[in-house]
C-alpha cells in the first residue's frame, strides 16, 4: 500500500481538532505555566524573608565584620571546660534557655535602653525595635557603640517570657567571670563574627549594679578601652521559688543540657555516694541513661526506714550538667535558688509533694550535693530536714588570695554558709581590738589555729584583750584556722578562699 504524506492538516484531520481549538489549548497551557512559575517565585520569596528574620535583621552590617565562621578565642583559659563552656549554642537555643530562667522583674528592653542613653549620652546609638517579626520571630534590640572612629555593635537584647536575654560582644575574662558565678553563660553562634559572642540569661540573681557594668564593660570593650578597669560588683539574690510556674521533665532536661558540664558528679557517683553514707536507709536503683527509644532515664532513689520507702531524688544524666529532681522542702527549695539561681519548681513526676528541678554544675560543691541528698532523704522520711545545715558551694582553693579579688570567687551567701556558729549568738566580752589578715600571714605558719590567746601570743593585740574582729587586707597565702568572735565577711572570704576554717567562738572570758 502507498503511505500517505503526513502533513499538519492531515494530522489535525484525523485528531478531528481545528486550528482555531488547538489555539486555545496552546493559550490555556501557557496561562498555566505562568501560574505555576508565579507561585514558585512567590514561595522561594517567602522562603528567603523567613531565613534573615530567623537569623535576626541587622540594622547596618559592619565592614570589619564580614560574615565567617566564628573564630575561636586565643585565651588559654578559655578553653577550660569548668570556667567557659566550649561549644556556641544557637540563637534558637539560647532563648529557649532564657525562657526558662527565673523572670527579671529588673530589667527588659526599655530600662536597659534607657540606662544606657543615659550612661552613654553621645558615645551610644540606640535601635530599639519590637520583641517579635509579625511571622512571630524574635527580634531585638541592637545597641551600638560610636565614637570618632568606631560604630559597633556590642549588645542584642532580646525579651523572652521569661528572663530577658543578653548577647554580648565581651571581652573573655568577663564571660569566664560570669560563667564562674552563675554557669549560664555560653559562647553564642549568632552573630557569625570574628568577634566571640556570648548569651546571657538575665535572671534576678543579678543585681542592678552588676548589669550595668556588664553593660558598661561591653560597651569600653568595642572602642578599645581599658575594661579592667570597670569592676563587677556582687551578686543579688534570686526571686523565690513558688513565684515560678512548674517546668516539665522535657523542659528541665533542655536547661541541664545547656548548663555547664559538672565533672564532679554522675549517676554513678550519686549511687555510690548514697550506698555508702546511708546504708539500709536507702534503695539505690541503678539504670541506664536512656531507653531503646532514645528517651531520658533516670536512677530513682528511694529513703527507707521500717514503715516507709519514699523516692527522695530521680538522677538524670545529660549533655550538659546531671540533673536532681529532688523531692524537697520549700525552704531549701529557696536556699539553693538563692546560691545558684536556676533551681525551679517541677511538674514531674505528679505526686501531692513537690519536686524542684536542679541543674548539678561545679557551683555546687561535694558537700553542698551530700548535704541536699541527706536533706531530702530526712524530708520524705519524717524527720527533721531543717536540722540538716546546707553546706557551703565553694570553689576549690586557692594558694593566693587577695582582698580586692575575693568577693568575684566566693558569694556572701556561701560565705556565712561555711562560718561555723555564725547562726548562734556567742557572748562577747572584754575590750575589743582589729587584726588584719595579712598581719597572721606575716606572723604564722599555715596550718595554725588563731586564736585571741594566739594573736596575744604573737604580740598583734594586748594581753587584755577579750574579743578580736579579723579584717581583710593584703594578701593571703597560707591556711588558717580562725577561732574569733567577729570578723568582716571579707575577711572570712579570704581564709576560706585558701582553705581555711572560721569559727564565731565566745571570748575567752566566757569560757572559763
Known sequence: MK?????FSSALLAMSISPGKLIGILIGLLILILIVVFICVLLRRRGRAKARATEEVKAEPVREEPPEDVTPIEDEKAAEPEEEPEEPITLKESIAVAKHAAHSVKWGKKTIAEYLRVRHAGEIEINERVSQTTTGLPLADTHYAVDHKT??????????????MLLINADPELARELHKRRGNVHKSAFPKSKDQWYSLPLDDTYSKEEVQSILDRCHAY??????NAIPLPG?????????QEPMTLKESIAVASHTAHSVKWSKKAIAEDLRTRHGKEVEVNERVTHTTTGLPLADTHYAVDH????CFVYVYETEGSPLLLINSDAELAAELNGRHGNVHKSAFPKSKDQWYSLPLDDTYSKEEVQSILDRCHAHVLGRDAKAIKLQ?????????ISASEVDALISDEAAEAAIENDDVKVKVTGKKEIVNVDSLSACFRSGDTITVQALAEKGLISKKAGQVKLLAHGTLDKVFHVELQDFSIEAAKMIIATGGTVKRVPSPVEKK
Open 3 to 7: 503511505a500517505l504524506p503526513f502533513s
Open 151 to 164: 560604630r559597633k555593635c556590642f549588645v542584642y537584647v532580646y525579651e523572652t517570657e521569661g528572663a530577658p
Open 222 to 227: 568595642v572602642l578599645g578601652r581599658d575594661v
Open 235 to 243: 551578686l543579688a539574690k534570686a526571686e523565690p521559688v513558688g513565684s
Open 307 to 310: 514503715k516507709t520507702r519514699k
Open 392 to 400: 557551703a558551694s565553694l570553689p576549690d582553693p586557692v594558694a593566693v
